[in-house]
């Protein structure tokens, strides 16, 4: 059970305030749109990007050791983060 527990405060806390939630606050606040009509797409597309993560993980996981991928996900990260702070 720690297991998801870290997988949902991760994901959440990524997600706090990025790009995805700041469009669909926006959208929210478009009185012609159903709240509720907002969340349902806003989450139907988060869990189908979520599947396909899974799916690409549980993939890439029977070919390719875990650490390396670790690793290249983290050398991404940096390197996204280096690029934004050169570029902005």
Known sequence: MK???AVFLSVFLAELGDKTQLATLLFATDAALSRWGVLAAAGGALVLSTALAVA???????????RHLRVGAAVG??????????RG
């Not at 690409?56 to 875990?66: H, K």
């Not at 990260?77 to 050169?86: D, E, N, Q, S, T």
């Open 3 to 5: 297991v998801y527990v």
């Open 56 to 66: 690409a993980g549980s993939m890439l996981g029977g070919w390719v050791d875990g």
């Open 77 to 86: 990260f940096i390197a996204i983060g280096v690029w934004m702070l050169v």
